[in-house]
């Protein structure tokens, strides 16, 4: 196995920021199939992102009669959950199909679903694959292929997804919440293959809803910039103290925050740094409709995290004068 660095993330911007520092990075969750890939050299991290802390463990009511799901909540614990157990009766039979309790115990929801492919051939580096190194074969096509897929192949690749609680989420219509990720789409080639991987996950009509950064709010404004905000909260017994400070990077068309941890137990001060993407308006608009995204809604607020925010009932605004955009757009072209 080779040498990692780990370090372990303890909010959502301080994760993606950790990711973004190192592209041979991966994040860690229970770890039950990234370690396993870890040992036959299918997977070479240079480093670990441990997102186990993050606030993503709780499977919660909405107000239009659904479940929020976590992306940390374990299997066992969606299993065992009563709403779960009382309204989506397949899935908690779904997670309770795979695996064995050990594994469930540690196995999370997010990593469930992003988990690679059971495949023989994928997990044997001596052997070709197409989902490990692109266009070098698929052996499964002629060879052992007796658990692979029936339906929906392709002559590149057979392998099925491996999890069970994914089919039963699809058959619920569950809807996956990727949080902010345009946001760290930082060049026009990670824009373009994130908006390329959603365009083949979604049907026709199928809706991308999106929060930005809004490029044109810093021409001329300089408010947010200007000041560092300081921020704090005490938590067992310690007091915690942030300190963050924006910049814009006009060449790269980021805006840069580098965020001061401080604290009063004699920790040494610990520091983040993230990135956003500034897209003005009209650009998001025409990349958009390059992928054959049609913009439904574009505006400035009120949104999630506006001053003050969205409300249900509430209709949305008209303008994009504001330092975030608000977008939902509608696949139109086939995949």
Known sequence: MREFD??????????????????EARFLGG????????????????????????PLDRVESTPDGGVRIGATVTNSDLAAHPEIRRRYPALTQAVLAGASGQLRNMATVGGNLLQRTRC??????????????????????????????????????????PSDMGVALAAFDAVVCLDSSLLYCHTGDQLDSFLASCRHALAPGGLLVAEMRNGAYFLGR?????????????????????????????????????????????????????????????????VLAAHGFEVLELHDGPGPRTEPPWREGRLPGSTTDADRLHLVARLTAPR
Not at 31 to 53: F, I, Q, S, W, Y
Not at 151 to 157: I, S
Not at 255 to 278: F, I, M, N
């Open 222 to 286: 300089t408010d947010l910039l200007d000041t560092s905000t300081v921020d704090g909260f005490t938590w067992r017994g310690t007091a915690y103290r942030s300190t963050t400070t924006l910049t814009v990077d006009r060449t790269a068309q980021l805006l840069c925050r580098v965020r001061v941890w401080t604290s009063d137990d004699g920790a040494p001060p610990l520091e983040q740094r993230s990135a956003w993407r500034l897209l003005f308006p009209l650009e998001l608009r025409h």
């Open 31 to 54: 770890g039950t199939n990234l370690v396993d890939l870890m040992k036959t050299g299918v997977e070479r991290p240079a480093r670990l992102v441990d997102v186990r802390d993050l």
């Open 120 to 161: 023989g051939y994928f997990a044997d580096v001596t052997k070709p694959c197409n989902k490990r190194v692109p266009g070098s074969g698929c052996p499964a096509i002629e060879g052992e292929h007796h658990n692979h897929a029936v339906l929906g192949a392709t002559e590149h690749c057979v392998a099925t997804h």
């Open 6 to 23: 780990y370090r372990r993330a303890h909010d959502v911007p301080g994760a993606l920021a950790l990711l973004d520092a190192d592209p």
